[in-house]
């Protein structure tokens, strides 16, 4: 019997198998399509659980392109899930804009709910869990990384981050600077599968840890910071504290405007400011 026309937002696994649902497996092999973000990833998972509904390419390149086509498909009485390669769709992943259309036009949306990778991590990492924001991947150029990182300095809640086997070590020495080497993270890699890690510790002692073992960069990554102590207003910030980390990175200027960005104070007297820490006359 095949399912009641709708989208379905499946979640599926981030690494074991096992962890699917009786209610995905059971919707997947239902639904008439399935629209996944790499259909040659997710054949794999459909042949291990023996669906046979068609794969539909549904990428951050062409969803606002084929988004309508699906829909359309609903409206012709057809069943869709949706399904990212590891997890709950949209969280990190694509699916917003089809969603986001769906909901406009009246179309039925159903959540398969299931496994996803923050929450995962924040079960087990031993940090406060009552409220917690979650920040997903950090930008790849410093300046962009540092200004955001910055947005989380007197961040009471736990903060959590995803990010890439590549950058994983540049994040840690970035946040080591913003944050300092004794600020508490919960390192989280490759959660359900083989090698899974969870470490957490003071950032310079996980700094450490990473760089004398390459194989602790390798997979895929959730970032915990333990959320700060005090939690002064934007006016009270360390500006000459921002100041320096940014200009370590990046021009004067550069480093002037971002901080202007996150106080509100004024560009050019944190200019002036930047030059004295640097010991130049203005």
């Not at 068609?54 to 309508?68: I, M, T």
């Not at 080591?176 to 470490?199: D, N, Q, S, Y």
């Not at 840890?209 to 005090?230: H, P, T």
Request: net charge negative; hydrophobic share 45%; no cysteine.
């Amino acid at each position: 019997m095949s399912a009641v026309a709708g989208l379905y937002i499946v979640a599926t696994p981030i690494g074991n198998l096992d962890d699917i649902t009786l209610r995905a497996v059971e919707t997947l092999k239902k639904v008439d399509f399935v629209a996944a973000e790499d259909t040659r990833h997710s054949q794999k998972l459909m042949n291990h659980l023996d669906v046979t509904a068609r794969l539909l390419a549904l990428h951050e390149h062409n969803e606002r392109e084929k988004s309508q086509m699906l829909i359309d498909k609903v409206k012709d009485g057809h069943a869709i899930a949706l399904i990212s390669d590891a997890g709950t769709p949209l969280i990190s992943d694509p699916g917003y804009f089809l969603v986001k259309l769906a909901q406009e036009q009246g179309v039925k949306v159903v959540p398969i709910p299931g496994v996803s990778a923050v929450v995962t991590a924040l079960s087990v990492s031993g940090l406060p869990s009552d409220r917690f924001v979650f920040e997903g991947f950090l930008p790849a150029k410093q300046g962009a990384k540092l200004k955001r990182l910055g947005d989380f300095l007197y961040e009471s809640r736990t903060v959590i981050f995803y990010e890439s086997p590549h950058r994983v070590a540049d994040t840690l020495a970035v946040m080591g600077k913003v944050f300092g080497l004794e600020r508490h993270l919960v390192v989280a890699r490759e959660l359900t599968k083989t090698f899974e890690t969870i470490k957490g510790g003071a950032l310079g002692e996980l700094i450490e840890w990473m760089g004398a073992d390459a194989n602790q960069q390798k997979g895929e990554f959730v970032l915990l910071l333990e959320g700060a102590v005090d939690s002064p207003d934007a006016s009270a910030l360390d500006k000459d504290k921002m100041l320096t980390l940014l200009m370590a990175e990046l021009p004067i200027k550069k480093a002037s405007k971002i901080v202007s960005e996150m106080t509100g104070d004024n560009k050019k007297d944190l200019y002036k400011r930047a030059l004295e820490i640097q010991g130049r006359t203005v």
